[in-house]
């Protein structure tokens, strides 16, 4: 039985690229890890995908526009 040591979920969620080959961010809404590469970027962050950064920003009602 082999046990394989990398951590799977220590991966980009999209291309699967791991952080020995490139360097991982977190999404913030998620907690999974992506890519620059794959990476959104809203409000200073690195999101997983555009539908976490909205998420997280729309449940965040303290941004003041004006
Ligand atoms: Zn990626
Ligand atoms: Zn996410």
Redesign the pocket.
């Known amino acids: 039985m082999q046990t394989t040591r990398i951590d799977r979920r220590l991966v980009c969620r999209t291309c699967g690229a791991t952080s020995d080959d490139t360097r991982l961010y977190i999404?913030p809404?998620?907690h999974?890890r992506v890519c620059l590469d794959h990476a959104y970027r809203m409000g200073g962050k690195l999101?997983?995908?555009r539908g976490?950064a909205e998420e997280f920003f729309y449940s965040e009602e303290h941004w003041e526009d004006d």
């Open positions: 999404c809404f998620c999974q999101f997983c995908c976490c």
